[in-house]
Nanobody, 124 residues
Framework: QVRVVESGGGLVQAGGSLRLSCAAS????????MGWFRQAPGKEREFVAA????????YYADSLKGRFTIFRENAKNTVYLQMNSLNSEDTAVYSC?????????????????WGQGTQVTVSS
């Protein structure tokens, strides 16, 4: 079993930045691919970014490329999501997920463990 806990959300002004963290505990972290997803009020959950266990393969939602960066530190059992140039459309609950495979995917149901999520609110 893997426990996933997000942190770093909060209130930020439009144009600002936030860095989310996702700490995993339990079984060895390293073999897991990790992903970030978000869900805005009244909308379906959407893919944000994903990273393979080695960090060699990274995927982003097309609309977020250039503003968001995912990276990981396996020694700290942590994956991060750096978010820049935030706007009101980025307001959502951001959730981290772990997949019991080394290859990342953009599909939510292919992830095995999920965190509770952290709220990101961007004020205009």
């Amino acid at each position: 079993q893997v426990r996933v806990v997000e942190s770093g959300g909060g209130l930020v002004q439009a144009g600002g930045s936030l860095r989310l963290s996702c700490a995993a505990s339990g079984r060895t972290f390293s073999p897991y691919a990790m992903g970030w997803f978000r869900q805005a009020p009244g909308k379906e959950r959407e893919f944000v970014a994903a990273i393979s266990w080695s960090g060699g393969s990274i995927y982003y939602a097309d609309s977020l490329k250039g503003r968001f960066t995912i990276f990981r530190e396996n020694a700290k059992n942590t994956v991060y999501l750096q978010m820049n140039s935030l706007n009101s459309e980025d307001t959502a609950v951001y959730s981290c997920a772990a997949r019991r495979k080394t290859i990342a995917t953009m599909t939510a149901h292919e992830y095995d463990y999920w965190g509770q999520g952290t709220q990101v609110t961007v004020s205009s």
